[in-house]
Structures are given as structure tokens and as C-alpha cells.
């Protein structure tokens, strides 16, 4: 497999996310820890990845500080993965990947999981973007801002970020 260029050092806030979060195992193995998988075990049987796979993808969160690693909660000699406040803060993405799935990809009537408040048992609502006045917005409503360094410099590879 090729080795994936870096987008680490990109000044586009969704590359340097991608680069992090956007390889499907990863997003697949951040729903899970919201859902109470904590042990490499716990994930593996839930998502069914090859195990050389699991530990990469579980390195890449831990190094990125979505994860964090902690001993056992049962004071076994197993080591579980938690989610820290930066993987805590993805809640929003996760249900707005969620809720895109449920609209696009399933046909009506169509069995799926869904996500519910578990104090009332309601679908959540649907996430959109809002200005800081409460308006919703669609993408024709917003346009980005390029940022300079602190040199004065706007970089940017890309004509949308």
C-alpha cells in the first residue's frame, strides 16, 4: 500500500482533519468508542478489521490525541482506549456523517440504526450550520476566510480553504 503524503503542516482545516480522521477505519473505530468499545478486542469484533490494521489505525488516534490510552478500568492487565475531549469534540461529525447516511443512502422504509436522546427517545435533530444569529446556512451562504501567517502570508493550496 502506498504511503499517504502528510497534511499535517496544510492550511485547509479539512485536510489537516482528513489527515487525522479521514481514513474510514478510523471514523468507524471513533463511533465505536462513543458506542463503549474501549479494548482492542471490543473493537475488533465490532468492526471486523484485520488486527494489524486496528493497532495502526488505534496508534494514529492515540498520537493524534483522540484517544488515550488507560489501564483497564477492572484492574486487569488490559489497556483500554478512551476518548479524550479533542475525540469527544467529534461527537458533532460523527452524527452529521450519521445523518447524512440515514437521508442519502438507505431507501425508504429501509431498516438502519438510529441515534436517539436517550432522555426522551426522540431522533435527534437534524445538524445544520447556523450563522451566530441562529440562521440556517447552506453553502452558498458562507465563503471562507483566508487567514494569513504570522509572517503576513495566505497560503493555500486549494481555491476553497
Given at each position: 500500500?502506498?504511503?499517504?503524503?502528510?497534511?499535517?503542516?496544510?492550511?485547509?482545516?479539512?485536510?489537516?482533519?482528513?489527515?487525522?480522521?479521514?481514513?474510514?477505519?478510523?471514523?468507524?473505530?471513533?463511533?465505536?468508542?462513543?458506542?463503549?468499545?474501549?479494548?482492542?478486542?471490543?473493537?475488533?469484533?465490532?468492526?471486523?478489521?484485520?488486527?494489524?490494521i486496528l493497532a495502526d489505525r488505534l496508534r494514529?488516534?492515540?498520537?493524534?490525541?483522540?484517544?488515550?490510552?488507560?489501564?483497564?478500568?477492572?484492574?486487569?492487565?488490559?489497556?483500554?482506549?478512551?476518548?479524550?475531549?479533542?475525540?469527544?469534540?467529534?461527537?458533532?461529525?460523527i452524527v452529521a456523517l450519521r445523518q447524512w447516511?440515514?437521508?442519502?443512502?438507505?431507501?425508504?422504509?429501509?431498516?438502519?440504526?438510529?441515534?436517539?436522546?436517550?432522555?426522551?427517545?426522540?431522533?435527534?435533530?437534524?445538524?445544520?450550520?447556523?450563522?451566530?444569529?441562529?440562521?440556517?446556512?447552506?453553502?452558498?451562504?458562507?465563503?471562507?476566510?483566508?487567514?494569513?501567517?504570522?509572517?503576513?502570508?495566505?497560503?493555500?493550496?486549494?481555491?476553497?480553504?
Open positions: 500500500m502506498a504511503k499517504r503524503k502528510s497534511m499535517k503542516a496544510d492550511p485547509c482545516p479539512v485536510a489537516r482533519a482528513l489527515d487525522v480522521i479521514g481514513e474510514r477505519w478510523c471514523l468507524l473505530v471513533v463511533r465505536d468508542a462513543f458506542d463503549g468499545a474501549r479494548r482492542f478486542g471490543d473493537f475488533q469484533r465490532r468492526l471486523g478489521v484485520a488486527r494489524n494514529v488516534l492515540v498520537e493524534a490525541g483522540v484517544l488515550a490510552v488507560r489501564p483497564a478500568a477492572d484492574g486487569t492487565s488490559y489497556q483500554e482506549y478512551v476518548l479524550t475531549a479533542r475525540g469527544e469534540s467529534l461527537f458533532p461529525v447516511g440515514e437521508q442519502q443512502l438507505f431507501a425508504r422504509g429501509e431498516a438502519h440504526s438510529q441515534l436517539v436522546d436517550r432522555h426522551s427517545g426522540q431522533a435527534l435533530a437534524p445538524m445544520l450550520p447556523r450563522a451566530a444569529d441562529g440562521r440556517l446556512l447552506d453553502a452558498g451562504g458562507t465563503l471562507v476566510n483566508k487567514l494569513a501567517d504570522s509572517a503576513g502570508q495566505v497560503l493555500s493550496p486549494c481555491s476553497s480553504c
